[in-house]
């Protein structure tokens, strides 16, 4: 608070790194007592303040000149409200529901010049503060409704539809006192609060999961903030320092890239599995083509099957992995583009209705003697193990058991290009394999 034209109102002085002062900005339409200020994306300030009598909010946004952008006064609340900004300008205003018997809260968007775009109540949070994550979504905290305590976190889309609530951010614990609220650079969200006789701090990842809650110290946390190292360095009634780990920074592109099981239909890609990796992203493509087919890979394989191709075609493939969900997602670039080409079209055979629900190993290919084929998908079927030449003279037959490896002796064939067909019911699948 100072005293400045219109009496004393809610100020703001800069100062140069020399302490010298540059600029003072008064308030001249009535928000209110100052209770909290931050920078904004846009590298603006939105401030919060609040009558010293009655129950009313007021918010201000200027720029960094001292230039007032907007003023939003005589906003009626019976809790503090709270304010933040988004990297295009906007900016969300939130404060208590002044209705008689509905407990709750008003989440309000302000355009870049203040005018209001959407107002929207939410019933089951009584929120004292508000951030804006680098996806520009704002994320609420505060008690849950009825509002005797805990820590109770809401998040919106830009529209003010609900993404997700949790109720239930403090664990066993009833945080009162909510002091203060961050977000990180994966869109997690920290409370700073206290219990009677503790200090306390809570996480909520982006997803509105629990990360942690804890209690330390004595008094109430005041203030907090994140260290380079990932840590949270927070003070109070006592001053902590709370370990956590680092987020992954990095994601390692996938090596030794291969295909094998070349048919006319299909193609077995393959790569080294990576420890850790949640997904593994292969696109692929006719290399005319400009659009890429999409397939994830759970991160434990390290290979997958690709089915319904043409025959007598080139195709393009690469990969990447994905290493971590919360908050932004963190991907690996993409591998150098692979190429190969489907087998001939004369040597399609009926593999152009084989299923994708059936993924067939045959190796090694080449072959000097023992050919193995096995099935990871067949279920509690069977399936039938036919060989011929290229000239279709049927030469072997077997049988092959759900999940087992079949073993076929082809060490008297000729050296040559043979054709391995499975049939299972209506499925049919050939695979061409070269004896040496």
Request: some cysteine; overall charge positive.
């Amino acid at each position: 608070m100072g005293s400045g034209p219109g009496g004393f109102v809610t100020k703001v002085k800069k100062f140069d790194s020399n302490g010298n002062s540059l600029w003072n900005y008064f308030d001249n339409a009535g928000i209110g007592a100052a209770q909290n200020f931050k920078f904004t994306p846009d590298s603006n300030l939105v401030i919060v303040s609040r009558s010293i009598f009655g129950s009313i909010n007021g918010y201000a946004k200027i720029d960094r000149n001292g230039n007032n952008i907007w003023s939003f006064a005589g906003v009626n609340s019976l809790t503090a409200g709270d304010i933040s900004g988004d990297a295009l300008g906007n900016t969300f205003l939130v404060h208590g529901i002044y209705q008689s018997g509905v407990t709750g809260s008003t989440l309000k968007k302000l355009s870049p010049n203040g005018a209001l775009l959407w107002s929207k109540d939410f019933t089951n949070l009584l929120a004292f503060r508000v951030e804006t994550g680098s996806d520009n979504n704002p994320v609420m905290s505060g008690y849950p409704v009825p509002g005797s305590g805990g820590a109770a976190f809401l998040k919106t889309d830009p529209n003010g539809n609900q993404l997700w609530f949790n109720a239930d951010a403090d664990s066993i614990y009833n945080f009162l006192s909510h002091a203060m609220m961050r977000t990180d650079a994966q869109n997690n969200i920290y409370l700073a609060a206290g219990i009677m006789t503790n200090m306390g701090m809570c996480k909520v990842n982006s997803n509105g999961t629990n990360a942690w809650a804890i209690v330390f110290g004595t008094g109430y946390s005041q203030a907090f903030t994140l260290g380079t190292d990932n840590h949270v360095y927070v003070t109070g009634g006592a001053t902590a320092k709370l370990v956590q780990p680092s987020p992954p920074v990095s994601c390692n592109l996938p090596v030794n890239l291969s295909v094998s099981n070349i048919t006319a239909t299909s193609a077995r890609v393959n790569w080294t599995a990576i420890p850790g990796v949640i997904r593994y992203h292969v696109f692929y493509k006719k290399s005319n083509e400009t659009t890429w087919t999409k397939k994830y890979i759970n991160g434990s394989k390290s290979f997958t099957v690709l089915n319904n191709l043409e025959c007598g075609r080139q195709y393009k493939w690469k990969i990447r992995t994905l290493c971590d969900t919360v908050g932004p997602d963190i991907i690996s670039a993409f591998s150098p583009v692979q190429s190969f080409n489907t087998l001939s079209c004369r040597l399609a055979d009926d593999s152009q209705n084989a299923q994708a629900a059936y993924d067939f190993q045959v190796y090694p290919n080449p072959v000097h003697d023992i050919l193995k084929v096995r099935s990871s998908d067949l279920s509690d079927e069977t399936a039938e193990v036919h060989i011929y030449n290229l000239m279709g003279i049927h030469i072997y037959s077997g049988i092959i058991y759900s999940n087992r490896e079949f073993a076929v002796d082809v060490s008297a064939l000729q050296s040559g290009v043979y054709q391995l067909k499975i049939t299972s019911g209506t499925m049919n699948k050939c695979v061409r394999f070269v004896k040496q």
